[in-house]
């Protein structure tokens, strides 16, 4: 059996030699040429999996070590009998992280306290229930969108138009798929109240970055539509801008390579059920008041000095990324 690994997942080498040939390239280097011979595909987001990747390929599973899968045609592979199988919910504890990083940053610059403002969550699955049930517990008033929960369960949920309105700060945790390209445009900005800010670690093409530039918002991104080419306006006159590393906690990439692992294990009948990197320190996990948050978080992230970086040398988006240190979640 041979396994085409992306050679910046953390904790994996050396795991599965003792049953396939493994061989770990960049994931943006994978090539149809690479995959001729692959059984299985390990991948993060920078590997486009699609016809022209995989037509000639014998490839039976693509384990994506990552929450979002827009960088694989589903379609495609399902009509070609190939599997696909993602990391859900894996670094949603590093998204919140990154998500009360921000607030305690935007509301030391701007001077308020959460109770003083509404925040509104649009996509309320893995990331966006965290972040609501953190932030309600920090004493944010939080309004949520999320139709297609609220068509299956009923929650409660208001529409876009209505969480745009009502928002001070409104966070966008959606996947990125045809009903949310771009969903935040010109027509969404208009609905909201002039000094809002936008939030975005979800996918950069979710929002229309040329119309956030014309729309008198405040914005903090931490991903980009045409990453790792950055608009240099929105880059310059962002709040907070960081290179799409929201989700790079120590515990979110462990999770995501043990639930990669889970995958090759089942599909393949290996004897790794239930391996986790043992190397990966636990996370600890416990309620954290907005007190504490702002006492500590300095210490563990420092967003505003990592944006500070991105603005200053914007070329070196992809190896901030790939030389990351990735981040202890402690709560
Ligand atoms: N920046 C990062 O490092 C990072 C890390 C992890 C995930 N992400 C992105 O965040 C996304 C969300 O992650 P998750 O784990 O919460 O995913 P999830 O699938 O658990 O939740 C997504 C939620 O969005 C809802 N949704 C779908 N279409 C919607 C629409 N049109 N309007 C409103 N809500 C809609 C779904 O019903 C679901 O509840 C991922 O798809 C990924 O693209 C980014
Ligand atoms: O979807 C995800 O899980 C995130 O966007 C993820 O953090 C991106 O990670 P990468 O592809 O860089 O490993």
Known sequence: MKIIADSAIP?????????????????TAISAADVRNADALVIRTRTRCDEKLLADSRVKLIATATIGFDHIDTAWCAAHGIEVTTA??????GVLQWVGAALVHLSRTQGWQPAERTLGIVGVGHVG???KAYAEGWGFRVVCCDPPREERERCGFRTLEEVAREADILTFHTPLDASTRHMADSRLFGLMKPGAILINSSRGEVVDGEALLRSGLGWALDVW??????????LENALLATPHIAGYSEQGK???TAMSVASLARRFGLPLEGWYPPQAAPARRRPISWQELCRTIGGAYDIASESRSLKERPGDFESMRDHYAYRREYF
């Open 88 to 93: 859900a919910g894996c670094n949603a504890r």
């Open 254 to 256: 462990a999770n995501a």
């Open 11 to 27: 904790f994996l080498r050396g795991v599965l030699e003792p049953f396939a040939e493994v061989e770990y390239l960049p994931g």
């Open 129 to 131: 229930s965290l972040v």
């Open 225 to 234: 539509e045409h990453e790792p080419h950055l608009d240099p306006a929105l």
